[in-house]
């Protein structure tokens, strides 16, 4: 008996012990959780800040007649109000998303359970549970850690926004700052992107088909997946039909209803790339990155967009012509046939679109041969297609070699596998039968700058071929010689320093010490002597022997010092060699200074932005045009450009004369054709042209700047031109015209075989008349 109750007295004390340890413990670990909560609460984010909250919007860039030319933006949003927002729109995201949205306050216990009874039938997470509110939180409040933590702060956070916004509050912020696939941050944008609708103008199937994206953007995409982003609008529509938003009627007629997908005409960033890319810099430096890319400024400039896009075409153009001319390259790599497959999904996965692009350039995989043809079958991602004979002539004979593995050394021939670039003739219809011709990306480059002479406005400017490989910009950053493109501004300087269009100068051999105990020897571009010649046939057949006499004649310094007058930075430098163009100068400085002759004489510094105001529309910044500034005599500038269209009407810039009215300009060619320029004008509009390789090697055969760069220029201002009234170069009361002879300068009487009228500055003309021909009489009755 003693022993029984010693024994239950020791039980009782170590049940007791236990408990009280028990006890003991779980008060600590409750105090620690709580002061873990409340130490995460003290650190949280205010959600105060929540209610004027404005989601970060995209800068828009306009061009001079008001046309959106241009983004900046980290995420692609356009914010919306939520009345604007189509009720229906509302109801499918909730349905889909959260659908005790109204009657929760942050956080859905009912639907945690329902979620978690879900992932453990099926031993995998198939189902989540965050609300909408804690959607809001995490993508705006929180960071993307994956930690415990985050989601005890998303909770508390999601409870505070229920606390302090209204419900349609939360759905504004929801709608306008969720992710929905292809670049489109909250439905407008989706709206814009897939459908070229704005949000209001949504019908049920398209609404249903945007609410199904949230889940997974990429893999329900109507562009890419149409059928996946069928199955997944059908359970949205299901969704809505549960909870009373719509009747079966109505979503049997959504799932019915053909998805249309017209996305609205993007913003080609593309062809407007460099010139985008220039005035961010400038932006980023004034405003500062949050304000560029997240403050949905407006940004007006001086880009015309119909010359904008008429510059890109006409350099890409104009760079594949170049190219070509040097050869086929050959196959950019060679597959295995085990490589293929997974080569074409990259591709597929690179294409936006439903269909391949007519004119667009893919790559391709040569997959199949059909010798009886002399057909190629290339696949591109996941559609094929036929590469004929004759759309791969400009490569010339092409071999076709029914094997994997690349071809013996020194062919260019196709191989199985061979990975080629090929632009669409026409594009596929099931993913089947497209045709495509043989291309490969130019490794020359180009730049190409217009500006307003009358006012400075840049009005298209490209600086290479493919500003996604190079961010290089040509036409500002790249300094290279300008060759014979920069004649006219020694000629101009010969102008104010007495000489004319008919001062006669000899066309010989010369030498001049190089400096270093030699000679140099300049010599013409066709290496022949023409004897006397007038300045005009010197500018006209762009001989350099007379270009350095000039120079001779008027002094270095002197010709250095007026080029700096035409608004030049680079340094110039004050020798002979500058009368061939021996200073390495940007394409921008090279047109602005052209301008000048164009402006009667004047220099307006160029300029890009007229206006920017913040999104309430609170103007920043509004540029007046630049004050033009008297550099060179009116007269001067007149004269120069008279003798600029003689080089177009019967020189070598004769192609500039396609676009059909009055026009002045000048080639330039450096040693080795390893630059090629055409600079020319017409009263409204400049526009300079370089083509070369990064590496400076020479272009090759038809490397000049006729044959290179003119036909850019040509093919550019064909199209510029459109918008323009045809005007001629109007002469200075200052400026006389007198017939001559052109072979000796002198003045020619009425009648005289070959003479020609000559434009002269008023005090400069010839005084004598040439007396060694006579003129012709007429025989006639």
């Known amino acids: 008996m003693h022993r029984k109750t010693q024994f239950s007295i020791k039980n009782s004390g170590f049940l007791s012990t236990a408990l009280l340890f028990t006890v003991t413990l779980a008060v600590v670990v409750l105090l620690g ?146 992710y929905l696939g292809n670049g489109a941050y909250g439905v407008q944008a989706a709206a814009e992107t897939y459908f070229g609708k704005n949000v209001e103008q949504l019908n049920l199937a398209e609404i249903s088909m945007l609410a199904g994206l949230p889940k997974a953007p ?114 950019t790599k060679f597959l295995t046939e085990a490589e293929v497959a997974a080569f074409c999904n ?58 994997y593995g690349k071809p013996e050394k020194g ?80 000629y101009a300087a010969a102008l104010d320093k007495g000489l004319t269009p008919a001062t006669i100068i000899e066309d010989e051999p010369v030498e001049y010490p190089d400096g270093a105990g030699g000679t140099w020897k300049p010599q013409n571009y066709d290496h022949l002597f023409r004897g006397p010649v007038t300045m005009r046939e010197a500018l006209t057949e762009s001989i350099n022997i007379v270009s350095v006499k000039i120079m001779e004649q008027i002094g270095a310094p002197y010709a250095a010092e007026y080029a700096k007058k035409l608004g030049f930075t680079s340094p110039i430098p004050a020798n002979l060699a500058l ?68 080089v177009v009407t019967s020189g070598t810039g004769h192609r500039a004369s396609l676009i059909g009215r009055p026009v002045a300009g000048k080639t330039g060619t450096t040693n080795g054709a390893k630059d090629a320029w055409f600079v020319g004008y017409i009263p409204q509009l400049v526009t300079g042209v370089w083509v070369g390789y990064d590496q400076g090697r020479s272009l090759g055969s038809g490397g000049t700047g006729g044959q290179a760069a003119a036909p850019i220029w040509s093919d550019f201002m064909q199209q510029a031109v459109l918008s323009l009234p045809v005007e001629d170069f109007e002469a200075p009361e200052n400026v006389s015209f007198v017939l001559i002879n052109p072979r000796t300068g002198k003045l020619a009487r009425e009648g005289t075989a070959g003479a020609v009228m000559e434009c002269f500055i008023k005090g400069t003309e010839p005084s004598s008349y040439d007396e060694s021909t006579s003129p012709q009489i007429s025989t006639d009755p």
Request: proline fraction near 5%.
């Open 33 to 178: 959780v709580s002061g873990y909560v409340f130490y995460l609460m003290a650190r949280l984010p205010k959600v105060d800040r929540l209610a004027d909250y404005k989601p970060p919007i995209v800068s828009q860039v306009f061009g001079d007649d008001g046309t959106l030319v241009g983004e900046f933006y980290l995420e692609r949003r356009i914010v919306v109000p939520i009345n604007k927002m189509p009720r229906k729109l509302i109801q499918a995201f909730v349905s889909a998303e959260d659908s005790n949205f109204y009657s929760h306050t942050g956080i859905d216990y009912l639907g945690i359970v329902r979620a978690a009874f879900k992932n453990l039938m099926s031993m995998s997470k198939k189902e989540g549970a965050s609300t909408i509110t804690q959607q809001v939180t995490k993508s705006m409040l929180l960071s993307p850690e994956k930690k415990f933590s985050r989601k005890i702060k998303e909770a508390i956070l999601a409870k505070r926004m229920e606390e302090r916004l209204s419900k349609d509050e939360i759905l504004y912020l929801y709608l306008n700052q969720i």
């Open 346 to 403: 990259k591709v597929e996965d690179s294409i936006d679109s439903a269909t391949l692009i007519t004119g667009e350039t893919y790559q391709g995989v040569v997959v199949g041969f059909n010798p009886q043809k002399g057909e190629a079958l290339i696949r591109v991602g996941d559609r094929t297609g036929f590469l004929s004979r004759k759309h791969m002539a400009w490569g010339g004979r092409i071999g076709m070699i029914n094997h």
């Open 579 to 646: 009368a061939l163009g021996a200073a390495s100068i940007s394409p921008f400085e090279l047109t602005t200074a052209y301008t000048v002759f164009a402006n009667k004489g004047q220099l307006i510094s160029p300029y890009f932005v007229t206006k920017v105001t913040d999104s309430d529309g609170t103007v920043l910044q509004d540029t007046p045009p630049p004050v033009p500034v008297p550099v060179i005599p009116p007269e001067t500038a007149y004269v120069i450009t008279n003798l600029m269209q003689s």
């Open 218 to 331: 990429n893999a329900y995409s109507p562009i890419k997946h149409l059928e996946k982003a069928r199955e997944r609008q059908a359970y949205v529509l299901d969704r809505m039909t549960a909870e009373g938003y719509i009747s079966p009627a109505e979503a049997d007629h959504a799932k019915k209803t053909p998805i249309v997908l017209q996305p609205m005409k993007k913003v080609n960033n593309e062809q407007s790339a460099y010139f985008l890319e220039y005035l961010r810099m400038q932006l980023e430096q004034k405003y500062g990155e949050d304000q560029l890319y997240k403050g949905g400024l407006k940004i007006y400039t001086t880009m015309n967009a119909s010359m904008q896009r008429a510059a890109y075409n006409s350099l890409r153009k104009g760079l594949k012509e170049v190219d070509k001319r040097q050869g086929f390259r050959g196959p």
């Open 411 to 490: 062919s260019k021939g196709l191989t199985l596998g061979s990975v080629i670039e090929v632009s669409v003739v026409s594009p596929d219809s099931n993913k089947e039968g497209a045709q495509f011709a043989l291309d490969q990306t130019p490794e020359v480059q180009a730049a190409l700058v217009s500006i307003d002479p009358r006012t400075g406005g840049v009005k298209a400017m490209v600086g290479g071929y493919d500003f996604k490989k190079s961010q290089f910009n040509r036409a500002m950053q790249a300094k290279r010689n300008a060759g014979s493109a920069f004649k006219p501004i020694i």
